[in-house]
């Protein structure tokens, strides 16, 4: 068993999914309207929760037990990509995050049902389908907005825009991609990066909305090596404020 | 007392731990509940949550642990695995029923969700009636979306269907 590489992808999916997790619970109490508040602090539990079971297996492969790995990291040591310690910013930039985001996490978790380390495929069937509710919230406002009013389709529209660079640094490779591709553990960024282009892409078309080109951009890398953002350092100062305080704290 | 502690008795007397959000429903009718291993005095029992997020599964861990204890075994363990991956399906009748009974529709039963429409028009667990609409996919819990019925005008909870 390829222990380093199986680490590295599992940080790195459990990273994204923990980080994303407390940008989305940000929106409790903030959200547009009422059904937007739940929807957001219940993708919020899902991601945190699906963090938990990728960090309990990295705890079985002998790493730090999943609370110590969460709240007492350093940050350059947590292997997300920039986009998901990115602030909420406005809703437009939520959504379109969420869609962005969430599209390539249901097409990365589809592929590691697949993957020949079983304890990951067996998480991922189930995570998978969890997935089906989070693409769909974030289909149907990326269609209701982008068929909406002139100021939503710019505001969303220039969200896209913004958010492209950043998106494309999900795609960064690992430095063991060739191994983990040879031993069949995990697809690889190249083949996940086409297969969301297109699915994003079948929302897309039926909008107003325009996509970037997908070579058009250079990505915004540095996140899977653990080069981060203030963000990410604000972010994790804030989340581990109670443990530091108090270690043995239970609530 | 020991000797009567066979894998069916075991199975049927853990019905009384119920979930901690739904108490009307049973965790083996549930399905949650995946593997029953007996030796002796010790058992081994596997569950598997309903959401990998659920934050009710440690609760539960622990009522199946002291149910268990309560029936005579002396070592318990109760274990989370996802070898097995819980949906919907695996609620049985009298799960469903309990559910009605709480007040939740039941999940549609679905063998392979491929599309979400599957959440439209679930049956009002007030009138039967089918003329209702999703208003949320996401609810008070993971595992709850949120209808509208249209002749009722009330809003309702389902337990979603999820594979």
Known sequence: ?251 | MKDLLTKDVVWNKLKVVKDPEIPTLSLVDMGIIRELNIEGDSVEVVITPTFVGCPAIEMMKDEIESALLSMGFQNVLVRVSFSYQWNSDMINEAGRKSLVEFGLAPPPQHQLIEDIEILERIPCPACKGTNTELRNSFGPTLCRSIHYCNDCKEAFQQFKPVN
């Not at chain 1, 297996?57 to 310690?85: M, S």
């Not at chain 1, 769909?136 to 389709?153: P, Q, V």
């Not at chain 1, 078309?205 to 325009?210: F, P, Q, R």
């Open chain 1, 1 to 251: 068993m390829n222990t380093p590489a199986i680490k590295e992808l599992l940080y790195k999916i459990g990273d994204d999914q923990l980080i994303l997790g407390h940008r989305n619970s940000e929106w409790t109490g903030l959200g547009p309207i009422l059904e937007e508040d739940i929807a957001f602090c219940s993708m919020a539990q899902d991601k945190i929760g699906q963090s938990l079971a990728i960090f309990s297996i990295l705890h079985e492969l002998g790493e730090p037990d999943p609370d110590t790995n969460a709240f007492l990291r350093d940050a350059k040591l947590f292997k997300n990509c920039q986009y998901v310690e990115m602030p909420i910013g406005e809703f437009d930039f939520s959504i379109v995050r969420h869609f962005l985001f969430d599209n390539a996490e249901a097409i990365r978790f589809k592929h590691l049902t697949d993957s020949s380390f079983i304890p990951l495929a067996n998480l991922s069937k189930k995570i998978k389908g969890e997935l089906k509710y989070h693409t769909m919230h974030a289909n149907t406002w990326i269609k209701r907005l982008g068929n909406g009013s002139k100021e939503s389709i710019d505001r969303v529209q220039k969200a896209l825009n913004d958010s492209w660079t950043m998106a494309l640094g999900m795609f960064e490779v690992s430095p063991y991609e060739a191994e983990l591709i040879q031993e069949k553990i995990f697809v690889g960024e190249k083949v996940i990066m086409q297969e969301w282009y297109e699915s994003i892409s079948a929302t897309i078309e039926g909008t107003e909305l325009s996509l970037p080109d997908l070579y058009s951009s250079k990505p915004m890398l540095g996140g899977r090596q653990g080069l981060h953002t203030e963000s990410l350092i604000k972010l994790l100062d804030e989340m581990s404020e109670v443990i530091r305080l108090d270690p043995e704290a239970e609530w």
